[in-house]
């Protein structure tokens, strides 16, 4: 009896160990829509429609983050390891392969900064917007692609 | 590289997940090899050779 019971539990807990980086992906798309949250409500007059395409984008990446949450957290219900030799490598090549391409985003946007109307903050946090969907694109392409490294 | 996964999973009555459970990955991952989408490391490659009792290029074909 007592060995089930303590196979029961090493069960349980190798599934929650599992879990973890699913649940932390989900806590951190909630944290951020929260934050979308309290600064529309905190924001006064009319959402410009520079903001309405932040929103548009932060809620795409929220999306995204909540897919990639619930393919780990059904791999984990499966038995199956969350991450394996595949998954790492179409992240490697995602992170090598979109940083390529965030640098020419970065130099795109400074030649544009003088010929458009915005803060540096704006600037800044579209670049950084930019960067989230570029490495999610990628993500996305390698991962339904497959790499085959020949 | 080309490889004979699926036809040694049929003759072993697998399915994809047991085979991906038997070499501790995602069963994405084994549907990537049969469509010849990934290559495999090495050691997963010996892995699978063993879960169906046969030599690595019994398996892995290189073109």
């Known amino acids: 009896m007592l060995y089930i019971s303590n196979f029961v539990l090493e069960l349980h807990n190798l599934i929650l160990i599992r879990m973890k980086k699913g649940m932390i992906i989900f806590a951190v798309a909630a944290l951020v829509l929260l934050t979308t949250g309290l600064w529309l409500t905190s924001a006064r007059g009319t959402l410009k429609t520079f903001d309405l395409l932040n929103i548009l984008v932060i809620v795409l990446v929220v999306a995204f983050a909540l897919f990639i949450g619930y393919k780990r957290l059904s791999a984990a219900k499966r038995g199956e390891p969350p991450e394996d030799e595949m998954s790492r490598k179409v992240l490697l090549k995602t992170a090598a392969f979109s940083y390529y391409i965030s640098l020419y985003l970065w130099v795109a946007i400074l030649f544009i900064k003088d010929r458009i109307n915005l803060d540096t903050e704006e600037i800044l946090g579209a670049g950084i917007l930019g960067m989230a969907i570029t490495w999610a694109v990628c993500w996305l392409i390698f991962n339904y692609r497959g790499v085959r490294d020949e | ?63």
Do not use: C, H, W
Request: charged fraction near 35%.
């Open chain 2, 1 to 63: 590289m080309n490889n004979r996964i699926k036809e040694y999973r049929a003759r072993y009555n697998l399915t994809q997940e047991d085979l991906a459970k038997k070499v501790n990955v995602r069963r994405e991952t084994i549907v990537f090899l049969e469509k010849n989408k990934y290559n495999p490391s090495l050691k997963l490659a010996f892995d699978i050779a063993r879960v169906f009792n046969a030599g690595i290029e019994e398996i892995f074909i290189s073109e």
